[in-house]
């Protein structure tokens, strides 16, 4: 489901104001939260630096069905329960037609048991993953099959955006 | 609001006007599906220089934009 924060995100008259609500429930300026749709950059080691501009995949482990006013995943793995490690984030791919924007993260499971993920989210960030002031939900799903990760596995979550 | 009314005959389906509207001003807002006339002005022993269109507004362009969710297990 898309965000209150998606559609804010793409109208411009509303990109330098404090609307957007971050992690922590917050209004903040787009330059805080990713930076602008049209000038937008990505750097595949963003999720543990403090870059001014990025995105990644988080996941999570709540279920609670998602609303378009959701500013965070119900319990975040890169806020509220760091369970899965991050790997990698891979540069976002597009398409010329259909346009589509994907975006993929990788994680890996060394907590030492199975892990399940039952929601994931596309984020916008200008901070670190775990801050949560400078990370803004895009969109959140709750799966209606949750994913089983295997101890010492990796998975490569992907949201892709269609138009 | 009831029917299109001409010369006491009823045609065509049941139709709604806008609330802000009166039984003399443009009817805006026609039930799905209802047939569609154009009736002409005036007439002899009419009411006068009625000039009624209705027109029915079906649908619109739209573009959807979808999320997608996709995973694979290393």
């Given at each position: 489901m898309f965000t209150k924060n998606f559609l804010y995100w793409t109208s411009t008259n509303t990109l330098?104001?404090?609307?957007f609500k971050t992690f922590a429930n917050t209004s903040q300026g787009a330059s805080n939260v990713g930076g602008l749709l049209t000038n937008y950059n990505h750097n595949t080691s963003s999720y543990y630096t403090n870059s001014t501009q990025g995105s990644y995949v988080d996941v999570g482990f709540g279920n609670t069905a998602p609303t378009s006013?959701?500013?965070?995943?119900?319990?975040?793995?890169?806020?509220?329960?760091?369970?899965l490690t991050f790997i990698s984030n891979g540069y976002p791919s597009i398409n010329t037609y259909p346009y589509v924007r994907n975006v993929t993260t990788t994680y890996a499971n060394n907590s030492g048991s199975d892990v399940t993920i039952k929601e994931i989210g596309l984020v916008s960030k200008s901070?670190?993953?775990?801050s949560k002031q400078n990370n803004m939900l895009i969109t959140r799903t709750v799966l209606d099959t949750p994913i089983v990760v295997p101890n010492g596995s990796q998975i490569a979550v992907t949201v892709s955006l269609e138009i | 609001m009831g029917k299109i009314c001409l010369n006491g005959e009823e045609y065509g389906n049941e139709v709604v006007a806008n609330p802000?509207?009166?039984?003399?001003?443009?009817?805006?807002t026609i039930q799905i599906g209802a047939t569609v006339y154009e009736l002409p002005s005036g007439g002899d022993?009419?009411?006068?220089?009625m000039n009624i269109k209705i027109y029915s507004m079906v649908g619109s362009a739209r573009n959807v934009i979808t999320e997608n969710v996709s995973y694979e297990i290393l």
């Amino acid at each position: 489901m898309f965000t209150k924060n998606f559609l804010y995100w793409t109208s411009t008259n509303t990109l330098s104001t404090s609307i957007f609500k971050t992690f922590a429930n917050t209004s903040q300026g787009a330059s805080n939260v990713g930076g602008l749709l049209t000038n937008y950059n990505h750097n595949t080691s963003s999720y543990y630096t403090n870059s001014t501009q990025g995105s990644y995949v988080d996941v999570g482990f709540g279920n609670t069905a998602p609303t378009s006013d959701d500013y965070k995943l119900e319990d975040s793995n890169a806020c509220d329960t760091p369970t899965l490690t991050f790997i990698s984030n891979g540069y976002p791919s597009i398409n010329t037609y259909p346009y589509v924007r994907n975006v993929t993260t990788t994680y890996a499971n060394n907590s030492g048991s199975d892990v399940t993920i039952k929601e994931i989210g596309l984020v916008s960030k200008s901070g670190t993953a775990n801050s949560k002031q400078n990370n803004m939900l895009i969109t959140r799903t709750v799966l209606d099959t949750p994913i089983v990760v295997p101890n010492g596995s990796q998975i490569a979550v992907t949201v892709s955006l269609e138009i | 609001m009831g029917k299109i009314c001409l010369n006491g005959e009823e045609y065509g389906n049941e139709v709604v006007a806008n609330p802000q509207g009166s039984p003399t001003e443009t009817l805006s807002t026609i039930q799905i599906g209802a047939t569609v006339y154009e009736l002409p002005s005036g007439g002899d022993g009419g009411g006068g220089d009625m000039n009624i269109k209705i027109y029915s507004m079906v649908g619109s362009a739209r573009n959807v934009i979808t999320e997608n969710v996709s995973y694979e297990i290393l």
